[in-house]
């Protein structure tokens, strides 16, 4: 099983911008996520198509299971 943190961003044009890193250290700590957020926020570090980055909108773990098919 796959697990992904999703960090939601709205831009400039109010439009939703995820970043997705995998397989983040758990337990995730909403604290340290909120604060890396923050950070990405005040510091610019990324840019959309719609613009900056300009608020947190959520962060989510998605799990992801992937089972092979033999040929």
């Not at 831009?11 to 909403?30: C, Y």
């Amino acid at each position: 099983m796959a697990r992904v943190l999703e960090l939601q961003f709205l831009n400039q044009e109010n439009k939703t911008v995820t970043i997705r890193l995998d397989a983040p250290i758990e337990p995730v700590n909403p604290a340290a996520v909120n604060a890396a957020m923050d950070t990405v926020i005040a510091q610019n570090i990324f840019t959309s198509s719609g613009g900056n980055y300009t608020s947190k909108k959520g962060a989510r773990i998605v799990d992801r299971e992937v089972s092979d098919i033999s040929l």
